[in-house]
């Protein structure tokens, strides 16, 4: 990495001296560990709200409700066409025409067998065999004709039950969407949305934060990358009435530009003990250096005044 030796660069404004020693000092801010939206789960008209702002809500509790008055009558209806399909089915199962056609088949085989024996006596004619084959013949041809109109009435009404439980399903799916829950636990944010207005499917409801652990981000300059990492201690002072403050480590240092600090920043996550700590609270983060940084930093950011170009080894972040 390249540094310039301007005078009072942006690096040179974050580094203090005391007479404690040098540490690096960055402006900082605090944002929720969660944030999420509230969004409408389907279009439809607003019911209830159940929350307000500043509420404090449980992951999964019901925030807002959707009108499902038509939606209940669709699945009342739905349901009532179903029963009475599968009810209809089960008569069609239990039919019991089969067996009528069952014993015009028996008896005509023993007519047939009767006749072919008295044919074969010489007590009947060719005639009467012929028309008691054609009997029998009739007799099977009328048993299989009901089983397969048995079979084709099943199979209609089964794809007609397939697609009526898949309407019922779509419709209880469509009732739970009517419910929107909250994704985390946390606060309510603001709600920008009450009973009567009609909303579209995806549409911002409102917001959910989680405080009760908070991410201090603090913007830094380039050149002082080196000097943060993982794991480093620092020390943050809140501004706030009455002053706070607590030593952690940092959590991460973010490699690419922070659009709301118009550089890449270094991320460290504490508990929020009492909700001491709002969201946009303004922080100062003090970097604690190893003697060797120190040392560097004096030599190279502090003393040197010329244009001399400095190059400094990165390290693993």
Known sequence: MLLGGCAKTAEQKEIKKSKEGITIRLEGEVFPSKKEDILATMDGRVKEVLVKEGDKVKKDQVLIKFETTITNLDIEKTQRELDYLQEFQRFIKDSKKNNINLAMVNIARLNLEQISKLK?????????????????????????????????????????????????????????????????????????????????????????????RVIVKAGIAPGLLPFVKKGKKVKINFITTPPYSVEANITRVVMITDPDFGRMTVEIEIPNKNYLLQEETKALVTVYLEKEEQEFIKKHFIEDADDTVYEVKAQNY
């Open 120 to 212: 074969s006596q010489g007590y009947s004619d060719s005639m009467e065999l012929h028309n008691a084959k054609t009997a029998y013949a009739s007799s099977l041809h009328a048993r299989y004709s009901e089983d397969e109109m048995k079979k084709e009435k099943l199979h209609s009404l089964q794809e007609r039950i397939t697609l009526t439980q898949a309407e019922l399903k779509k419709l209880k799916y469509l009732l739970d969407l009517s419910e929107v829950k909250s994704d985390i636990s946390g606060f309510i944010a603001d709600i920008k949305t009450q009973p009567g207005d009609y909303v579209a499917k995806g549409s911002k409801l409102g917001t959910i934060v989680n405080l009760d």
